[in-house]
């Protein structure tokens, strides 16, 4: 078995700072996922990245840049925190036409 | 551009009872379903998936789910439920190129009462 590991778990920022929050997966797994979940809205996808050095635009990649500089691990930052924010940013990666593997999340806080 | 869509934001059950949770996608081409459950507090756990050969799926603790593409749906049951069942189900699709991520319903509480 492996595991997907996020960190922080918990991530409070100010408005306008930039915030990075890291995945990291040790299930040999090509492709990654950053997903953002709302209340009431589902998951909505980031960015995803298929290979190392790869990175894919999502529905919702304004305000946010990714970086995928090795096979295990795949980082996410928002560029310029929003006042009152408040959603869970979830971490995925799976191989090609099987299930996705999530992490346990990093819940953001703006204040 | 494909679709998911759930239509019961909430679903209440008992014990023992069966339950259904509709998902129903938009998406003309080959296509990967899956659901997913969701506890209070935790990450997202797979269920099970269906993207050729038979159309009933079996997955993990009694779940199936049955694909139908005349009514483009993917529904999920369970013949007997526990309180321990009680979470948030969503329904995911893919298109054939499966790289390209999941696009999520907005899920279905269930909630399992004794």
């Known amino acids: 078995g492996g595991i997907i590991t996020q960190t922080p778990k918990f991530l409070i920022g100010q408005e306008g700072q930039k915030l990075t929050l890291k995945c990291q997966q040790n299930f040999n797994h090509d492709t990654m996922y950053w997903y953002r979940q709302d209340s009431g809205k589902g998951l909505r996808l980031i960015y995803y990245s298929i290979t190392e050095n790869d990175l894919q635009k999502g529905d919702l990649s304004e305000g946010y840049d990714a970086s995928r500089e090795k096979k295990s691990s795949f980082s996410l930052t928002v560029t310029s925190a929003q006042k009152n924010e408040m959603a869970v940013f979830l971490c995925?990666?799976?191989?090609?036409?099987?299930?996705?593997?999530f992490g346990k999340g990093t819940r953001l806080t703006v204040v | 551009t494909q679709t998911v869509s759930q239509s019961d934001a909430h679903v209440t059950v008992f014990e023992g009872d069966s339950v259904e949770l509709r998902c129903n996608y938009s998406y003309g081409g080959s296509i990967y379903l899956s659901w997913y459950i969701q506890h209070h507090g935790r990450g997202l756990q797979f269920l099970l998936k269906?993207?050729?050969?038979?159309?009933v799926v079996q997955g993990v603790n009694g779940f199936e789910a049955e694909f139908s593409k005349s009514d483009s749906s993917f529904h999920l049951r369970k013949a007997s439920v526990h309180w321990s069942d009680s979470a948030v189900y969503f329904c995911a699709a893919s298109m054939g190129n499966y790289a390209q991520g999941l696009t999520f319903g907005l899920g279905t509480r269930v909630s399992v009462f004794p």
């Open positions: 269906y993207y050729s050969g038979n159309p």
């Open positions: 995925a990666s799976s191989r090609q036409l099987t299930e996705v593997f």
